[in-house]
């Protein structure tokens, strides 16, 4: 008479009621085989070192017992035709290291899944504490918030206010500025027509020589003028050249007419 | 001047309480590397006697998905 221990691997998709029902029938299979179950411990839920079967989590079984050397042959059979078994290890072991059972399987199985209920119960409150704790601290942002449209009514009042505050002295500034560009653009606008009246008179007889001519020396002399413009002192010497720029455009419509006698 | 040896003295030598079981895998990890090798005993000092018992509980762990067979030094 030998001692021997098996442990299993029983399938995680499987519920309590089912799972004792699975681990009893492999009590009576081994009954059956001719071995004698001294002890059955329910290790729970755990996860596996490598997928077997597609499965990442495996319910883990011990089962020691003594008998005959064929008993576990019959033993491993039975196991590996059972489909809800991944896996099974049976070693032999000496008198010394048999578990003395103080629970029935049902007391073990309720046991770890009230620990594992409790786990995923602790679990789930730190989950829940956690996103409280996420709550509470957007909560006082969203008093905040639900404070804030007064606050930020009289601070967008106060904010409008300083802004036509603002808005007027820019407005007043801005006044100033048109003012001061208003009286640059007067002070700038009597040569400028006189310029494009000279441009306009000069662009009129586009077909002849001569004019072309002139408008070289027309655009010289703007060239000219507007170098004097930026120099602002020889305002003289600009006018006297839009008096010549005139004369030759009341010349130059009686050459056109000549030309076309 | 004292004599101080370098060579270690096994652990499961030293303790007759620690044994080494393939069931009892949490001791195991500590003569396995991270890639799920066993470290041999002139590296971690065990006995030979101590390591042909610890390979052995290291295999069986490893059937029964204890204990990897190897890990993907990838995923450390």
Known sequence: MNYYETLYIVHPALDAGRLKDIITGVYDSLKKMGGNPLAVEFWGKRKLAYFIDKQKYGTYVLVQYNGEGKCTSNFAVELEHNPNILAYLTTSIEKDKVIEQKEDIETQIAGKTREAERSEARRGKEVAVVETDIKESDAPEIKKGDKSPEDESEQTDSSTEERDADSTEIKAETTESEDKENDSTEDETPEESSDSEADKDVDTPEENSDAQVTDEESSAEIAESESDEENTTSEESTEKESETKQEKAEDEPAAVSEEEK | ?76
């Open chain 2, 1 to 76: 001047m004292a004599f101080i040896s370098n060579r270690r003295i096994c652990v499961f030598c030293e303790n007759s309480d620690q044994k080494i079981d393939y069931k009892e895998f949490k001791t195991l990890r500590k003569f396995i590397t991270d890639q799920g090798k066993i470290i041999p005993g002139h590296v971690t000092g065990v006995c030979a006697k101590h390591q042909r018992h610890l390979g052995r509980a290291v295999k069986q762990a490893r059937n029964i998905a204890l204990l990897p067979y190897s890990v993907d030094p990838r995923h450390f």
